[in-house]
């Protein structure tokens, strides 16, 4: 298990070993993500300091040709709820399944089944950011509303919560009770 990963990688030679990373990374150096979050929650931070992002990811070659990165990502970061606004750990995580070419053309010269097969991510040059797609991936995994499952301090459902209908039609003065008296 690695401390920290590696900034940068040649995909086709750790496809070629079957190489296995595990590790993690720490949230704070994420900035397309912060600044996503900073959008979403106002200005506040998407994480603290103490969260990190453990990383399993495995490299190998599909159909001899592509290298493929296989595996999945667990992080806790802090987003805002959108019922009551206040912030909270959410559990985030993602699968990865990507297919890593040179370029866009490869992508259109590929074949039906490998379409349909997983996702491609195309590279600058030989070698891959691993901070790059490790964002990416993270971001893609965002909830577009993220809320608690019960929100713990909503005062406003609680001093409005709604009264037995009911019991108000019985108790309520009927505003056709006067013509009741009247003679056509």
Same mark, same amino acid.
């Given at each position: ?5 590696? #900034? %940068?990688v *040649? ?8 190489? !296995? /990373?595990?590790?993690?990374c #720490?949230? &704070?150096?994420? !900035?397309?993500?912060?600044?996503? %979050?900073?959008? *979403? @929650?106002?200005?506040? !931070?998407? $994480?603290?300091? +103490?969260?990190?992002?453990?990383? +399993? ?11 493929? /990165? ?10 805002? @709820?959108?019922? @009551? ?5 959410? #559990?985030?995580? %993602? =699968? ?15 074949? #039906? ?17 691993? $901070? &790059?797609?490790?964002e990416? =991936?993270?971001?893609?995994? /965002?909830?577009?509303?993220? @809320? ?29 009770? *006067?013509? %009741?008296?009247?003679?056509?």
């Amino acid at each position: 298990m690695l401390l920290t990963l590696p #900034d %940068a990688v *040649v995909p086709f030679r750790l496809a070629r070993q079957g190489v !296995h /990373l595990q590790g993690w990374c #720490d949230v &704070t150096k994420m !900035h397309r993500l912060a600044l996503s %979050a900073q959008t *979403v @929650c106002h200005h506040q !931070h998407l $994480a603290n300091e +103490d969260h990190q992002i453990n990383i +399993d990811w495995s490299f190998s070659l599909y159909q001899q040709r592509y290298p493929r /990165l296989t595996g999945q990502l667990t992080a806790q970061i802090t987003v805002l @709820c959108c019922r @009551c606004l206040s912030p909270f750990l959410f #559990d985030l995580q %993602a =699968e990865t399944d990507l297919l890593l070419v040179n370029s866009a053309d490869e992508i259109e010269l590929a074949d #039906d089944v490998l379409l349909s097969h997983s996702e491609f991510y195309a590279m600058d040059g030989q070698t891959l950011s691993l $901070a &790059t797609v490790l964002e990416d =991936e993270l971001l893609l995994a /965002l909830p577009l509303m993220p @809320c608690h499952t019960v929100c713990p301090d909503n005062q406003y459902i609680d001093q409005h919560k709604p009264t037995d209908v009911t019991e108000n039609l019985k108790t309520s003065d009927n505003p056709f009770q *006067v013509l %009741a008296h009247q003679k056509v």
